[in-house]
Every structure is written in structure tokens, then in C-alpha cells.
């Protein structure tokens, strides 16, 4: 199945949950696409210990997910 998740907030936590449930939807074997929109377009914008963005977004990528702005 593809599946469009669509992210447009700017919150270093929902950024970081997004793009780890679509790590799960591609470990499921889904097609994924993260659609960026307004303020989350900077995605590893706020990535810290807590939420580390940054790596769940290069998983996200090497798992064949699509980033889309």
C-alpha cells in the first residue's frame, strides 16, 4: 500500500515521531512518503538528544522512503 504522511509542524517532537512511524510503516513493507509543508520543511531543525530527527530521517531514506517539500 502507499501511504502519504503529511507533516507541517514545526515541533522537534512531532517531527521525530513522524518520520519514526514511517520507518515502521517501511519495516512493515508500505510504501512511504513524508509530504513536508511550511515550518517542518527544515526537518532536522530542532534534532537534540531527545529527538534525534537527523538519523531517524537518514534511516527513513536508506529504507527507500520518500521526502517530499
Known sequence: ???LL????????IKWNTVRFGN????AGEEV???L???SVDLTKGDCADYP???QAKLFT???GVLAA
Not at 515502521?24 to 519495516?27: G, Q, S, T, V
Open 1 to 3: 500500500m502507499q501511504i
Open 6 to 13: 503529511t507533516l507541517s509542524s514545526s515541533d522537534p517532537e
Open 33 to 35: 512518503t513524508i509530504f
Open 62 to 64: 536508506l529504507s527507500e
Open 37 to 39: 509543508n511550511g515550518p
Open 24 to 27: 515502521f510503516l517501511l519495516n
Open 53 to 55: 530527527i537527523a538519523e
